[in-house]
């Protein structure tokens, strides 16, 4: 009876008549697990808007400055696939509520702290605490949200809303008060981790839903893994670049080039919640193929349209089509390893979408030669790849 009353949807104190409980919207069952991976993924985002006003602040010279960059990208990834593993072995569902409260805190106060090494070392921790959240909160949210990509997308969706937030949130901020103003952020982080670890203790753990049944497939999950590096390339280069692009190849104002960026990262939010509603209509692995046939016309038509104000729609359609997997390879993923969504989880949330900021570093050689247009150019080859790892996934009902 436990397990029964907490997949149903009316509240226990609620009598409505007989017969089968309304079914609640695909926001109620999700709204939790969406805001919360919106206030983690906040703190990442916070990274790189606030890299340059400690350098304006603390005079930190461009090495230093990626030397931070580095450490919340060491922090957040590399031990996500390992917290995933522990997750899968044993009931580590608090981790997601203290993942997100290490993440705020650690973050705010690397503003405050005087010395490098004391900032660097918070803002690693911060990315721990990134880390430590995706896993646990990605199998739990699998949990609520079922076999509806749909409503895993909400999930998905909230990392994005999340890290666009984070420069329109801390740049008046950090403008107005300096790096200090990172401990403005501590509250949403500690909020959050006492709604996440309330509600873990309000309801019961629902055991038989954590063990689903199924067989591991590594052969699809690891082409999956590599579509999602291949697709994280393409969208940390578009997301790095484009701004660059609107201003020293078009010669627009910074203004319309921070509108470029602007759109470009709500087109993705959008494009995430898409997905899964597409997901549920034509199949996830359809989605993952369209996703990267419509890419390639996008982003040709970013690079290849003239003018500064025709291209923002493709800037917009390139985001919504760069992400229109994302959610439902988070959710293919975990079909491909049902006895271990936590590990799965932590390398499509994690991992594979990190990786694809470390990469960042090859665009930039070809920036230096020819340009940010160059840079967009060579994103090119993306789509196609990522479209023939797609032709590589099966549908998760012949993985079983």
Known sequence: MTQTADTATPRPDSSGPPGPAPARTTWQRMRVWGIAHAVDDLYQGLVPATV??????????????????????LGSSVPQPFIGLAVDRMRLGWLAGVGVAIAGISLGLSGLVPSYAAVWCLIMLSGLGIAMFHPAAGKSAREDAGDSAAAMSVFAAGGSVGFFLAPVLATPALIAWGVGATALFIPPAVLTGYVLLRRRRRHAVPASAAARAGKDRWGPFAALTCLEVVRSVAFFGVNTFIELYWIRHLHASRGLAGAALTVFLAGGVGGTLLGGRIADRIGMVRTVQLGGALALPMLAGLVLTPGSIAPLLFAVLTGVCLNLPFAVLVKLGQDYLPTRPGTAAGVTLGLGVSIGGLLSPVLGLIADAHGPRGALTALLVVPPVALALGLLLPEPSRTA
């Open 52 to 73: 340059p006003y400690f350098v304006l602040d603390r005079h930190y010279g461009y090495v230093a400055a990626s030397g931070l960059t580095l450490a919340a990208t």
